[in-house]
């Protein structure tokens, strides 16, 4: 039995900026102070645990972990505003739940707050997910689980062996993450980097602060010639797009390879416009990611 195991009911509590900003949420237990769950640890194969309440400005000024994980230190950078990242933690950022307007304003009911049905389909869904993998249609909203994809992290949870960082999103129109109610996310577990790998982050705004991107996407190219391609911003789960990273690997151009971005999406009347921002951002990332350094 570990402190852990010991926490009071309640609901888990980190930096609070996601918590603290939702309407009907509390009791809060806090996490921060609990040993053993903050900073970067290197274990001896070049391979990098992060632990849960480490928080976003810790990793974006982190020069070690920038060589090895450029494009997960850029997108930590790049969230939020400089207040939030100083607080915000790694594991309060995989775990923050989705910015739709109605989720947030107890006058509306939905699938995400007891309800049955998404009055964002036939409603105002400007910024809504253009990949339709669920009867909800916000996007995800945590950047740093899209840049975690495509370094094939893992993530651990208290009492639970360490699994992949995309099996912590499913697509329950219900929830915006399946860990269990009280479960608590320990750390972050990336792999040793490859030598002379490349990666690039890049997110399109609509303001250039303090926003969430519209469309967000991580290139990650290792000397072996694989790319990982994932986006942010278009489905309810943060995404890698093997049908762009295959259609590379089979030898086709970058522009035909970030095209096939567009091939799953069903947009609304809408949200057409993310369609092209996501083939426009995916070319981007691809493009930085190659160019000459
Ligand atoms: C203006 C603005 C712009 C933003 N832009 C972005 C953006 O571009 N990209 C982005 O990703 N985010 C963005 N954010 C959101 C921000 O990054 C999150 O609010 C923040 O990362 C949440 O971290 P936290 O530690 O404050 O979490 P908290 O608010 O403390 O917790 C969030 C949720 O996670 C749970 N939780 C926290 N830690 C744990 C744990 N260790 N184990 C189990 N459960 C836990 C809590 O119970 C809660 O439900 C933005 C926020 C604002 C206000
Ligand atoms: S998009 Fe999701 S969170 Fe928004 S109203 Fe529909 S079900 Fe609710």
Not at 28 to 57: C, F, K
Not at 273 to 288: D, F, G, I, M, S
Request: net charge negative; glycine share 8%; with cysteine.
């Amino acid at each position: 039995m570990t402190l852990l195991d010991n926490l009071p009911p309640g609901e888990l509590r980190a930096g609070g900026t996601d918590l603290m900003s939702r309407p009907g949420t509390g009791p809060y237990v806090d996490l921060v102070g609990l040993p053993d769950l903050s900073g970067v640890t290197w274990q001896p194969d070049g391979s990098a645990r992060i632990g849960a309440l480490t928080t976003i400005a810790e990793l974006a000024r982190d020069e070690r972990l920038h060589a090895a994980y450029p494009a997960l230190t850029l997108t930590a950078g790049a969230l939020a505003t400089p207040q939030i990242r100083a607080v915000a933690t790694i594991g309060g950022n995989l775990l923050q739940r989705n910015r739709c307007w109605y989720f947030r304003n107890p006058a509306f009911s939905c699938h995400q707050n007891g309800g049955d049905s998404c009055p964002a389909r036939a409603g105002l869904n400007l910024y809504s997910a253009v990949i339709d993998t669920s009867p909800c249609l916000a996007p995800h909203p945590s950047s740093m689980a899209m840049a975690l994809l495509a370094y094939d992290a893992e993530v651990e949870v208290h009492g639970r062996p360490a699994f992949p960082v995309g099996e912590l999103y499913g697509s329950d129109p219900t929830r915006d993450h399946l860990l269990d109610p009280g479960e608590i996310l320990l750390a972050v577990h990336l792999p040793p980097p490859a030598a002379g790998e490349r990666a690039a982050y890049y997110r399109a705004t609509s303001r250039s602060e303090a926003e969430w991107p519209l469309v967000e996407a991580v290139a990650r190219v290792t000397p072996d010639g694989a790319t990982a391609v994932s986006v942010g911003g278009v489905a309810r789960v943060p995404l890698r797009l093997p049908e762009v990273e295959q259609a590379l690997a089979a030898g086709e151009s970058m522009e035909v390879a970030a095209g096939r971005a567009a091939t799953r999406c069903a947009p609304t009347a809408a949200n057409g416009y993310k369609v092209t921002l996501l083939t426009a951002t995916v070319l981007e990332v691809l493009e930085q990611a190659t160019a000459p350094s």
